[in-house]
């Protein structure tokens, strides 16, 4: 895939990820209006706890697809593997964690909660429909269906949005009718795909196939798990050192905050992992894959830099007063996600090597660094030690991944030349902190803002962060897009 190929895919999921992210944001208000703090704060122990369990149900079945779909011939088989192995597992996961343990699971995470057992039941029926989509979207994505995974995306949001409303506004039906929302969604979302493919599909469990995806995402478990344990962990620790209140003013900080991930870093990844692994094998895959890198900061810290001037406006929008607050964590959460992202970078060597143990230690090192600084710092600094944690925990993993990754594919880029761009923030958020106290008018606000932005523009390109050609061509490769996709409908 030749450089310009792989802008305008990033374009399309881009586009894409704007528009499953809009929606998204339709749901937070619907979240806090319709629940108090305390059931917000609820609702994010319980999704924290469904992605924890997804580790084990989905054993990084659907990472195997994309690593090893480029060496082998027969790719539907590979995907046939995927699924038949999948659904096998899944059914296996649903009778252990479902039935037999789920009251045991429900009395450690939710004790005095008495439809914890239901909360269970509804996190692993959802996961395992969950992998089963995201092994078709793997897939797609590796054959460039690009248009493929967006609708399949944009299809699951905005399903998810339309039965949440019913049960939760509706119906009134709890935090339950969260969840019963993502299973019907996620049933018509799969169903959907398998009846598209099944011409195609196959019952079939091939031992070679099947052991060599399970090898790499088994590899990647204890990382998921050190992961998990980076991002959701502390709110175990806010609830239990604080409460359940503080809970939801960090999460929706954090809420606003991830808004990088599937705004461009989810977006890039989907078109960067097929690339990637194509590219490094190429005689200029080092030079593409740098510039690649170059965008990829630019890109960052822009969304960092717009996240964070523009989220306490966004939070007093979609939200109550109780949440108010919540603006100050923003900056930390979008830097933290940002420092995982360039893992997609770093990390590359162990992926060649197939280094998937190498790759976990790093985020368990990493994940115990977290536990420790969120012990330390939420009794004293609040909601704020946790984001702090987060912080610190992924900087040294990024450091980690760095120093062991370049051993096995050293792309020639320097550890600090990713925070060129992160000086230029730090200026201009230095200046929107001094007039944000000063300033009580929302759309003067607004308007300083809009300047900020414009300002961290221009002086990339007077300080040959990048160039101006490389903003033109992204300009144009945009235009490019919407016209294809114009000329397409016609």
């Known amino acids: 895939m030749d450089n310009k190929k792989f802008m305008l895919n990033s374009f399309f999921y881009f586009l894409t990820s704007i528009l499953t992210q809009a929606i998204n944001l339709i749901l937070i208000p619907i979240y806090t209006r319709n629940m108090t703090s305390s059931e917000f704060g609820q609702y994010n122990l319980i999704s924290s706890l469904q992605s924890l369990l997804s580790i084990f149900i989905i054993l990084g079945i659907f990472s195997g697809v994309c690593r090893f779909f480029n060496e082998v011939e027969d790719k539907n088989k590979l995907k046939n593997v995927a699924l038949t192995f999948s659904i096998l597992w899944g059914l296996l996961c649903y009778f252990i964690f479902g039935y037999l343990l789920s009251s045991r699971i429900a009395s450690i995470a939710f004790r005095n909660d008495i439809l914890g057992n239901c909360y269970v039941k509804y996190i692993i029926i959802n996961s395992i429909l969950l992998c089963l989509i995201s092994i078709y979207t793997s897939y797609y994505s590796m054959l460039y269906k690009v248009k493929k995974v967006c609708i399949t995306n944009i299809l699951q949001v905005f399903l998810t949005l339309c039965f949440t409303y019913y049960y939760l506004v509706v119906t009134q039906y709890g935090i339950l009718g969260v969840y019963k929302a993502q299973l019907i969604s996620f049933c018509i979302v799969f169903t959907i795909l398998f009846i598209l493919d099944i011409k195609n599909y196959k019952v079939i469990l091939s031992k070679k196939d099947l052991k060599k995806m399970l090898s790499y995402g088994l590899g990647l478990t204890p990382g998921e798990i050190s992961a998990w344990v980076l991002n959701l962990i502390d709110r175990y620790f806010i609830k239990g050192m604080i409460n359940l209140s503080a809970v939801a003013v960090y999460s929706m900080g954090y809420k606003i905050g991830m808004l990088i991930e599937p705004l461009f870093l989810r977006p890039f990844k989907s078109s960067f992992t097929p690339f990637k692994f194509q590219a490094y094998k190429e005689s200029d895959g080092k030079l593409r894959i740098k510039k690649m890198f170059t965008y990829f900061n630019f890109a960052c810290w822009f969304i960092i830099l717009g996240l964070s001037i523009f989220s306490d406006i966004a939070i007093k929008i979609l939200s109550t007063e109780e949440y108010n607050q919540s603006y100050k964590i923003v900056v930390f959460i979008a830097f933290s996600y940002y420092l995982w992202g360039m893992a997609e970078f770093y990390a590359l060597g162990l992926h060649i090597a197939n280094k998937t143990f ?4 790093i985020s368990i090192i990493s994940a115990g660094l977290n536990i420790v600084l969120n012990y330390l710092l939420i009794p004293r600094i609040g909601i704020y030690g946790a984001a702090i944690s987060t912080c610190i925990a992924y900087l040294i993993a990024n450091v ?32 929107y902190i001094i007039y944000k106290v000063t300033i009580n008018n929302i759309f003067l606000e607004l308007f300083l803002n809009v300047i900020i932005c414009i300002v961290y523009v221009v002086l990339s390109i007077k300080l040959k962060v990048i160039s101006y050609n490389n903003i033109k061509k992204l300009i144009n490769i945009a235009k490019e897009k919407l016209a294809l996709n114009n000329s397409e409908r016609i």
Request: hydrophobic content about 40%.
């Open 400 to 431: 980690l991944y760095y120093i062991m990754g370049r051993k096995y594919y050293n792309l020639g880029i320097n550890l600090l030349e990713s925070y060129k761009c992160g000086c230029i923030f730090l200026v201009l958020y230095s200046i």
């Open 358 to 361: 190498i790759n976990s230690l």
